[in-house]
């Protein structure tokens, strides 16, 4: 005979602990439209904000996968999970799955505990910008460059402009303030579970082997499995999806074709590819 209860929604289920799962994943960078949303505080906020609202849940279960990316909006979405398991007193146990670094590895240390799988990457607990000088293409093609400006250090790092010394001084500047403060954030969420390793602070990245051993991975494992062992074999996984968008509901006049603001967005999803691509290539993925 079968009971009542075994057929209740395991969120009414006394014998059953449901766990809120939020996948976060991919390049951090504000902005982003409905053709490809980026990872930021603005996609993530939602999210977060349903998944700490189960009050009968003991924790809140993050995967992570991300190559990094603004260090401002990975600093705002660690905040805000950080605030939210303070105010509504909840574990936050993250799960790296490809990769953590950078900004993304920022995001990691919101959680409690931090788990990987053994081929994961971590780490790279740096600052980079990067771009590129056009002097020689334009001078080859015969374009005058005309640049007017109000204020001597407007048109610093211009790419069209000969690279200058206390430009790039100014640049490294701002860099090792950034730096920083995300060296900083990790010593105050790691504590004195990270080694004393002269190349943890220098940007290299690490297996998730070797980031358990130097302190920035707790334990090896995966989400299921872990959950599994923690909370026994009647846990229920509840991951915690966004709301659907308007592509996923009839639009009038989407067949007739498509306005000038969709294709602008078409076009900054195509240059939003270009920069998560080059970010996820630094590790090998």
């Given at each position: 005979m079968v009971s009542f209860t075994s057929i209740l929604p395991a969120r009414f289920r006394k014998d059953v602990?449901?766990?809120?799962?939020?996948?976060?994943s991919g390049a951090i960078m504000s902005g982003g439209n409905q053709f490809r949303p980026n990872l930021n505080i603005a996609t993530a906020a939602p999210l977060l904000a349903r998944a700490f609202d189960d009050k009968k849940a003991p924790a809140?279960?993050?995967?992570?996968n991300s190559p990094g990316g603004s260090p401002v909006q990975s600093r705002l979405i660690y905040k805000r999970i950080r605030d939210l398991a303070e105010e509504k007193n909840k574990k936050v146990l993250v799960f790296v799955e490809d990769v953590a670094a950078s900004g993304g590895y920022m995001i990691a240390c919101a959680g409690d505990e931090i788990f990987a799988d053994p081929s994961s990457v971590v780490g790279s607990i740096g600052v980079i910008s990067a771009g590129?000088?056009?002097t020689g293409l334009i001078d080859k093609i015969g374009v005058e460059r005309r640049v007017y400006t109000a204020g001597e250090n407007k048109s610093l790092l211009d790419p069209f402009k000969p690279e200058k010394a206390e430009d790039v001084a100014r640049l490294k500047e701002l860099q090792l303030e950034?730096?920083?403060?995300?060296?900083?954030?990790?010593k105050q969420s790691r504590g004195a579970r990270l080694k004393d390793d002269p190349e943890l602070f220098t940007g290299q990245f690490w297996t998730g082997i070797r980031g358990k051993e130097l302190g920035l991975v707790d334990d090896l494992g995966d989400l299921r499995s872990t959950l599994r062992a923690r909370y026994g074999d009647k846990v229920k996984l509840r991951l915690v999806s966004p709301q659907r968008g308007f592509?996923?509901?009839r639009v009038p006049?989407?067949?007739a074709g498509l306005s000038a603001g969709a294709l602008a967005g078409i076009a900054e999803a195509g240059l939003n590819v270009i920069d998560e691509r080059a970010l996820w290539a630094r590790y090998g993925l």
């Open positions: 602990t449901v766990i809120p799962v939020v996948r976060l809140v279960a993050i995967m992570l590129f000088g056009f950034i730096h920083k403060v995300f060296i900083d954030l990790v592509l996923g509901r006049g989407v067949a």
